[in-house]
Structure formats: structure tokens, C-alpha cells
């Protein structure tokens, strides 16, 4: 019998977790929300991930409104850069650690980001600051944020990313798409990379390379 979603405190974090519907876990999926989102919004790439996985969704911890979250209070000068985001990202980063040793009964395991334009973003620098911890992300019409290191902090880079925009983003413009992409294979990542003529949004299309790029296995 599937086991229902249910919600995971750790403050400052709430999470939604989504069990895995095989009897033992395999793999822990990250899916980070994008600005105005909460922990049910990413539910929709649920379907893009494993069976065998655990997907833990956590809350933005600036709220806007009521069911609203962000990252990074975007209204704020200077929360754009790379530096706001990397404290964010090392504390979701203590806080999932944890999560994850509760789950499964303090096996390790490493894990998979997914994450929507602010979260792409978030997904990004926490894979950048903890390389060997993440085998695949994906940065779905993300960007990278300003003030980012030249080279990696670690030697060897060991994520693969899946990238995905709209060539029409009127939000984050496709160009930062691109960025993304050349900063990644500056620091010998594998990249792929998807684009759609649409606006702020994953297209069908970019949803089924998701799909297939986490059912290829990843390294270890």
C-alpha cells in the first residue's frame, strides 16, 4: 500500500515528504520550490522521479503571503549574489542531512536536486558547495546568482545537470540558461541542456528529458 505524504519540521524548515512507493528507499530527491511557492509546489515532477525514491520538498523561510514562500528576499539589496545564496544552501544542506539520517534509519545517501527558478537557483549553488553529496540536479528556468566562484570549490566535479528554459522567459531571461550551462562545462561538468519556446515554465518536452535523465542511473 502507498504510504500518504506527510510533513517533517526542522526549524526553520518545514518539509513534505513523499515516501517511496517500493518497500525499501533508493535513491532522495531535493525538490526546491521558486519564489511565491510552498512544499506542495514542486509535487508536479513527482512523477519524474523513481519509484524507489524519497522526495523530500522543503518551505522557502521567507514567507510573502499567506501559502507564499521564497529563498531570498528578492526586494532586498544584495540578496541576489552568490553569497546569499550559499548561506541558505549550507543550512538547508545541515538541515536535510538530518532529515535524511531519520528517514532511513541512518543509512547514507547522496541526493538528487530538482529546482524551479529560485530554487534553480538554490539547487545549483547547494550542488556547487557539495559536489561529491549530489550525483544529478536539474535547474529548471533557474539561474546562476552574481558574484559566483571562478572555479569549483572542490577538485573534480561529479554532478550531471539537466537544464531547463523557455526561450521566452520574461522572468529570468534564457540567457542566464546559457550562463548556467558554459559555467558548468567551464568546471568539466556533464550538462544537458533543453529549451522550449515558451515562457516561465517547463515544457512537455523538457519534462519528459527530466524524466529520462534520472532514469539513466547516476554515478557513484
Known sequence: MEKPPYNIYDEPFLYRIHPQKTETP??????????????????????????????????????????????????????????SYQKIA?????????????????MEYKVNLIGFS?????????????????????????FLPRHYPITSQTTGMQSEYYVAHGTKDPLVEYERAEEIRDYLISLGAEVHFCKADIGHRVSPSCVAGLKSFFEEGYRT
Not at 556547487?128 to 535547474?139: F, G, M, N, S, T
Request: proline share 4%; net charge negative; glycine share 10%.
Open 26 to 83: 533508493k535513491e532522495i530527491f531535493v525538490l526546491i520550490h521558486g519564489w511565491t511557492g510552498n512544499e506542495n509546489s514542486m509535487s508536479v515532477f513527482i512523477g519524474s522521479i523513481p519509484d524507489s525514491a524519497i522526495a523530500i520538498l522543503p518551505r522557502g523561510v521567507f514567507r510573502i503571503d499567506e501559502g507564499q514562500y521564497g529563498w531570498i528576499n528578492v526586494a532586498e539589496r544584495g540578496e541576489n549574489d552568490f553569497s
Open 90 to 106: 549550507v543550512s538547508l544542506h545541515n538541515s536535510i542531512t538530518k532529515i535524511i539520517s531519520n528517514l532511513t534509519n541512518n
Open 118 to 142: 529560485q530554487g534553480g537557483a538554490l539547487s545549483l549553488v547547494y550542488s556547487l558547495l557539495y559536489p561529491h553529496e549530489v550525483p544529478k540536479a536539474a535547474i529548471l528556468s533557474g
